[in-house]
Nanobody
Framework: QVQLVESGGGLVQPGGSLRLSCAASGTIRSINTMGWYRQAPGMQRELVAEITSGGSTNYADSVKGRFTISRDDAKNTVLLQMNTLKPEDTAVYYC???????????????WGQGTQVTVSS
């Protein structure tokens, strides 16, 4: 069982910045992919950014140049630095990690509880 705990959401004005953090706990062997998804009211959940264990990144076109994803493997943590925020970035942001458990090498996929990001003046 891998649990993800998110923090850093909140209310910010357009053009402002927020940094989201997500830390994993459990008997983790490795985390292949760490990512952030978001879901706005009435919309489907969509990928925002993801990063692999090798450092490769993938961003939604809508956030390229504004958001930066990074990982701290020593802390099993993924970060999302969000700059130049726009009202359309308003959503619940969910952390996602996929990897393998420590003892039996069982694959896992876990979601965070979600953190609200609201961009409004």
């Amino acid at each position: 069982q891998v649990q993800l705990v998110e923090s850093g959401g909140g209310l910010v004005q357009p053009g402002g910045s927020l940094r989201l953090s997500c830390a994993a706990s459990g008997t983790i062997r490795s985390i292949n992919t760490m990512g952030w998804y978001r879901q706005a009211p009435g919309m489907q959940r969509e990928l925002v950014a993801e990063i692999t264990s090798g450092g490769s990144t993938n961003y939604a076109d809508s956030v390229k140049g504004r958001f930066t994803i990074s990982r701290d493997d020593a802390k099993n943590t993924v970060l999302l630095q969000m700059n130049t925020l726009k009202p359309e970035d308003t959503a619940v942001y969910y952390c996602n990690m996929r990897g393998r458990m420590r003892w039996y090498g069982t694959d896992f996929g876990s979601w965070g509880q979600g953190t609200q990001v609201t961009v409004s003046s």
